[in-house]
Nanobody, 117 residues
């Protein structure tokens, strides 16, 4: 079992920045992939960024150059630095952990990000 807790969401003006944190605990073993997803009202959940246990990263086209995903190995924590935020980034952001050997999936409870003036 893996437990994920997100934090760092909030209200920010367009052009502003936020850093999301996902604290992971439990049975964390390589190889795995962790990622940030988001879901806006009335829309499907979409991937924002992902990072593997080998530190390969990938980003949705809509956030490339603005968002940065990273991990702190010692703290079992993943981050999403979001800069130059736009109103269309408004959504609930979720953290996901995928065990690539067992294919087990775990999700956090989500954190709200609202970009508005």
């Amino acid at each position: 079992q893996v437990q994920l807790v997100e934090s760092g969401g909030g209200l920010v003006q367009p052009g502003g920045s936020l850093r999301l944190t996902c604290a992971a605990s439990g049975s964390i073993f390589s190889p795995f992939t962790m990622g940030w997803y988001r879901q806006a009202p009335g829309k499907a959940r979409e991937v924002v960024a992902s990072i593997t246990s080998g530190d390969f990263t990938d980003y949705a086209d809509s956030v490339k150059g603005r968002f940065t995903i990273s991990r702190d190995y010692a703290k079992n924590t993943m981050y999403l630095q979001m800069n130059s935020l736009k109103p269309e980034d408004t959504a609930v952001y979720y953290c996901r952990y995928n065990d690539r050997l067992s294919a087990s999936d775990y999700w956090g409870q989500g954190t709200q990000v609202t970009v508005s003036s």
